[in-house]
C-alpha cells in the first residue's frame, strides 16, 4: 500500500469538506497535551458521522467510548437545538477532558457523558428505556458484540448502528487471532452478518487512520 498517497488524499478531502475549526483543533491539542492515546477518528471520518446523523434525521444519539469527545463533537453538530448526545467513558482522565473539550464547543447543554465500563452502564440505559437513533460503537474491542447486542435493545426500527475499526489492517482474515482485538471484531463481523433484525454492510477505509474498516448496520 501507498501510505503516503492515502495520507494526501485524506488531506485533501479534509480540506475541501472537512476542515477543523479551533473547537476541533483545540480537542486534538488536549489529546496529546493530557497523554490520551491519538486513536480518534480523523476529520474525514467525523464528517462521515455526522453526515449519517442528518441523514437518519438523528435527534438521540449514543456514543460508546468518548476518548477527548473528538467524535463527539462532529456527531452532536448534527443535532438539534433540542437533541442529546449520551457518550460512555471508561477512563475518567479523559472524560474530564472531553468535559473541557465539549465547553469550549458550546456542546455541553447537549452532550453528556457518563463514567464507567460500559458494559455496565449499557443496562442502565435500557432500564431508563432510552431510544437512539444512532449509536456509534469505539470503544475497547474484546466486547464489540455484547456492545452491539446491548445496542440493539436501545434502537429502533430505522436505528443506524455505527463501529469503527472492524477490519484491524487485515487482520480479521486470521481464522485464530492470538490478538484479543482482532479476535473481538471478529465476533461482531460474524454477529452483524447473521442478525436478521438488520441489514448491514462493513467498507473497509485507508487513508490517515491507516486501513481500517467500519460497520454500518
Known amino acids: 500500500m501507498n501510505q503516503q498517497l492515502f495520507e494526501a488524499v485524506d ?9 477543523e475549526d479551533e473547537a476541533l483543533k483545540a480537542t486534538v491539542e488536549s489529546i496529546a497535551q493530557n497523554g490520551i492515546p ?39 453538530r448534527a443535532l438539534p437545538k433540542d437533541g442529546r448526545l449520551i457518550s460512555l467513558e471508561y477512563e475518567q482522565l479523559h472524560a474530564n ?3 473541557e473539550n465539549m465547553k469550549r464547543a458550546d456542546l455541553d447543554g447537549i452532550v453528556e457523558i457518563r463514567v464507567g465500563k460500559a458494559i455496565d452502564l449499557l443496562p442502565e440505559l435500557v432500564k431508563e428505556q432510552l431510544v437512539f437513533d444512532m449509536i456509534f460503537i469505539d470503544a475497547d474491542k474484546p466486547p464489540y458484540a455484547e456492545y452491539f ?21 487485515g487482520k480479521v482474515l486470521e481464522e485464530n487471532p492470538d490478538d484479543d482485538r482482532v479476535a473481538g471484531v471478529h465476533r461482531f463481523n ?28
Not at 150 to 165: E, Q
Open 97 to 99: 477532558v472531553a468535559t
Open 190 to 217: 460474524k454477529l452483524i452478518a447473521s442478525t436478521k433484525e438488520v441489514t448491514a454492510c462493513v467498507i473497509q477505509n485507508v487513508g490517515a487512520k491507516e486501513h481500517d474498516g467500519m460497520a454500518i448496520a
Open 11 to 19: 488531506n485533501y478531502i479534509c480540506d475541501l469538506v472537512a476542515p
Open 149 to 169: 447486542e446491548w445496542a440493539l435493545k436501545l434502537s429502533r426500527k430505522g436505528t443506524l448502528i455505527i463501529a469503527d475499526n472492524v477490519i484491524r489492517e
Open 38 to 76: 491519538q486513536i480518534s477518528i480523523s476529520a474525514s471520518q467525523g464528517k462521515f458521522l455526522q453526515v449519517l446523523a442528518k441523514v437518519c434525521n438523528a435527534k438521540t444519539i449514543l456514543e460508546i467510548g468518548t476518548l477527548a469527545g473528538y467524535s463527539t463533537i462532529w456527531m452532536a
